[in-house]
């Protein structure tokens, strides 16, 4: 199997090359670099990434294909990269810009003048994560009495919401969502609500399938209930208000919605923004109130943050405001139309061949499909599609959901999808000569049986040699070119155990250059 050596950064011999005494290399060089020969290093490195424009990476990135966009959001972030968020007083145009960010976004999503939540309030934060962790706290906090809070939240929902459950020590109720309709039942939800229970939570849409969920419904019951509901918008926010224009069928999900209580939407996912601009909302002050930090127990300054981070650069925000004023309304409806398109022509390529299946019917910017040949291995053909320079992302099991495969679709995929079309037809064709992945049946009970905290570090190194990942007593880790034997490993491993070997197969690959 081949490999691919991925390092940390370039290995400088400072040294040598300057007749210093010492001649160890030196991640930090013993004299500083000419710029143009630290910006060669820098493309050097980047050549062996994903290619983020020219719609052949369906995750990850949000490519609108506008030409002159990436210099105009890049020259705004120069503009304000080093003015620090921590103070909107010292930088005001910091918080003008803020504004006018949290603004667009109420008035895309149900909030404003003239709508039910006038009154609606926002945050800009690093992210889609923060904003889900900002809005379990501030539910949480909203409810001190609770001594055990809780979170109630579709299995479907963003892994950031278990991350803000661990992180905050509240207590997540996960619920079931059908096999066939990849949504969860609302009377499940109303079921899984807890006197503990400070939040439910949905999605708009899922980021696994691009489901959108019985928003209505779910904040009904939430209401009833007087427990807070937020709507994870990070993915779809953006642009499902502009498909509903387009004429697609898309259901009421925000703060229209009698009992959203928040919802949050990615600036930096279809409002094609440089990474990382999220915006949380709240339908009031008072609600956002809790989310609030603030601190005066100490000599120096009061601390005041209405989002996690205290220093924040305002190179991403500036960025995010010169597109968003850029492209405009019309801008963003032309991208929701040519993004639909592709949309389309993808399903259909899915549709047209045999062995494959649609996991869900498109809804928002999302086809996801399966295979229904137990014949043809989807690692495998995952893996036949990145070697035709397509890259998509592989989904394992969960409960009774299968595998899939993933792809985020954006406006540059429209004139890449007949193209997409022939390369999945060879690549299906491929995997069924190549066949299922078969791993040894010794390794596949180790793999059931093995408990997480079973793991050394000797057991894990043998696990990523075998499975070509390289040693960590090596000079940096190596990565397979095809992954289908790693991720048949990982598919058959229980969720805890797939949580482990992922975190320490990591660990492998993030080891310091020095």
């Not at 143009?36 to 052949?56: I, K, S, Y």
């Not at 001594?147 to 939240?153: F, H, I, S, T, Y």
């Not at 069928?249 to 990474?275: E, N, Q, R």
């Not at 981070?309 to 409806?333: C, E, F, K, N, Q």
């Amino acid at each position: 199997m081949s490999e691919r050596t991925v390092t940390a950064g370039p290995r400088v011999d400072a040294g040598a090359e300057r007749g210093d005494e010492t001649s160890e290399p030196s991640s930090l060089p013993l004299r500083g670099l000419p710029a143009d020969e630290v910006l060669a290093e820098v493309r050097a490195l980047r050549a062996a990434d994903r290619p983020t424009h020219g719609g052949r990476l369906f995750a990850y990135v949000y490519d609108p294909a506008v030409p002159g966009l990436d210099e105009l959001a890049n020259s705004a972030y120069a503009e304000s990269a080093h003015v620090n968020g921590l103070d909107p007083t010292a930088f005001p145009s910091l918080l003008a810009m803020e504004n006018t960010l949290v603004g667009a976004a109420a008035r895309l999503l149900g909030g404003g003048p003239g709508s039910t939540a006038p009154d609606a309030v926002g945050s800009v934060t690093g992210g889609g994560t923060e904003s889900l962790i900002l809005a379990v706290k501030a539910a949480r906090d909203s409810r001190p009495e609770v001594a055990e809070p809780r979170l109630v939240v579709p299995a479907t929902a963003h892994a950031a919401f278990a991350k803000a459950a661990h992180y905050l020590r509240v207590a997540l109720d996960t619920v079931a969502v059908s096999a066939q309709t990849l949504r969860p039942d609302p009377a499940d939800v109303a079921a899984a609500i807890r006197p503990e229970t400070v939040l439910v939570a949905c999605s708009a849409p899922s980021y696994a399938h691009g489901v959108i969920d019985p928003v209505e419904q779910i904040a009904a019951v939430a209401a009833e209930r007087g427990v807070r509901c937020h709507v994870d918008a990070c993915f779809g926010g953006w642009t499902l208000p502009y498909l509903r224009r387009l004429g697609v069928p898309v259901p009421p999900f925000d703060l229209g919605v009698a009992g959203v209580t928040s919802i949050s939407v990615d600036l930096h996912k279809y409002a094609y923004a440089p990474k990382g601009v999220s915006v949380l909302l709240h339908r009031d002050p008072a609600s956002r109130a809790p989310q609030f930090f603030a601190f005066a127990g100490w000599p120096g300054y009061t601390m005041v943050n209405p989002v996690i981070s205290s220093t924040r650069s305002g190179g991403p925000i500036a960025a995010a405001y010169a597109t968003v004023r850029h492209l405009g309304d019309d801008g963003y409806l032309d991208l929701a139309r040519r993004t639909r398109a592709a949309v389309t022509g993808l399903a259909a390529a899915v549709r047209a061949v045999d062995g494959l299946r649609l996991l869900a019917e498109p809804e928002s910017t999302v086809v996801c499909f399966t295979v229904s040949d137990p014949d043809l291995d989807l690692f495998t053909l995952v893996d036949e599609l990145t070697a035709r320079g397509w890259h998509t992302q592989p989904q394992f099991r969960y409960a009774d959901l299968p595998a899939s495969v993933h792809l985020t679709v954006t406006a540059s995929v429209a004139p890449t999808v007949p193209d997409f079309g022939a390369a999945l037809v060879d690549s299906v064709a491929a995997a069924r000569a190549a066949g299922p992945v078969r791993l040894p049946a010794d390794l596949l009970a180790l793999v059931g049986s093995l408990d997480p905290d079973q793991l050394t570090p000797d057991l894990v190194a043998t696990l990523a040699t075998t499975l070509g990942l390289g040693s960590p007593a090596g000079g940096g880790s190596g990565v397979p070119e095809r992954m289908a034997v790693v991720n048949t490993l990982l598919d058959a491993a229980p969720p805890a155990l797939r949580e482990r070997l992922l975190a320490e197969f990591v660990g492998l690959l993030q080891r310091p250059t020095y």
